[in-house]
């Protein structure tokens, strides 16, 4: 198609050949040739080239189409196998938004405006599944998990646990309260299921303070479990990094000690190119 269109553009063999870098012998082959092969004159000759037929006409127009097409399939191909075009499934537990994510996802969709993002807040429990199943590429989420094996795990950011009291709390409202004093408080926490690693981590610090928290509700997310808190139903162990989160309804409180910290890991199944333009993006952002 492309000697065609040289030919057709120029009207002339010999300037065609020059554009195309090649002997002019070849190329009036090539185009008899192609109209053999169609059943039908393209160009109208005489000492040279006179001009296209209408069927020649018709045929330059498609063919420079389909060759702009096959074109762009080309670029898109390179552009999704070298990582700069393509989509990328990523979860995050909710804490996640609060610390590392927001820039890097700022600076991710100004370095590759071409890649297509498509975020899930979702628990860790819930990101396992999903990257086993195939519905996310990059999960993140909270250590340690039962059965990593069939993953790949990096670091991604650290946070800590702290006290959430509704604002009105008497114990919000005299020195500021350590764990031990919430011994005796209604706690609102998420399902064991849904973070097993960060639920037993929660039980332990009220452990080392000498009780077992009183869970009188639990709801599915962190957003969800410091809106109950806001709403005075209750008090919480959070992570210190969405301190910031109904401030005007909600008082946090750190825990001291090596124990109330943790991380937060990027997971991996399965990877495209455009799954690790993204990781290289987050190691280098950190």
């Known amino acids: 198609m492309e000697q065609y269109i040289a030919v057709a553009e120029e009207r002339h063999f010999h300037r065609a050949a020059q554009r195309l870098n090649m002997s002019q012998p070849p190329l009036t082959h090539a185009i008899r040739r192609l109209e053999e092969t ?29 060759l702009e097409q096959a074109t762009h399939a080309v670029s898109v191909t390179r552009d999704i196998a070298d990582g700069r075009t393509g989509t990328v499934r990523l979860g ?25 993002l498509e975020l899930r807040e979702a628990t860790t429990t819930a990101q396992l599944a999903a990257l086993r199943e195939d519905r996310l590429d990059i999960g993140i989420l909270i250590p340690p998990l039962a059965d990593a094996s069939d993953l790949e795990l990096a670091d991604f950011d650290q946070d800590r646990l702290c006290m959430a009291l509704p604002v009105h709390h008497p114990l919000v409202m005299g020195t500021e309260p350590t764990l031990e004093v919430l011994a005796d408080e209604p706690f609102i926490l998420w399902p064991m299921l849904e973070g ?18 009183t869970v009188v509700q639990e ?14 139903a209750g008090v919480s162990i959070v992570p210190e990094s969405m301190q910031g989160f109904r401030s005007d309804r909600i008082r946090y409180f750190p825990i001291q000690g ?11 199944r399965k990877t495209t190119p455009a799954t690790e333009t993204f990781l290289q993006a987050a190691r280098f952002h950190q």
């Open 38 to 66: 169609l059943g039908v004159v393209l160009i109208e000759r005489g000492q040279r080239v006179l001009g296209l037929t209408t069927a020649g006409q018709v045929f330059l127009e498609e063919a420079k189409r389909k």
């Open 92 to 116: 995050y537990v909710g804490s996640a938004l609060y610390g590392r994510l927001p820039e890097i996802l700022s600076n991710f969709r100004r370095g590759f405006p071409d890649i297509r």
């Open 196 to 213: 097993r690693g960060f639920h037993l981590q929660v039980f332990r610090l009220c452990a080392h303070a000498g009780f077992v928290p």
């Open 219 to 232: 709801a599915h997310g962190m957003h969800a479990v410091l809106s109950l808190v806001a709403a005075g």
């Open 258 to 268: 090596l124990e109330s910290t943790f991380a937060l890991m990027l997971a991996t």
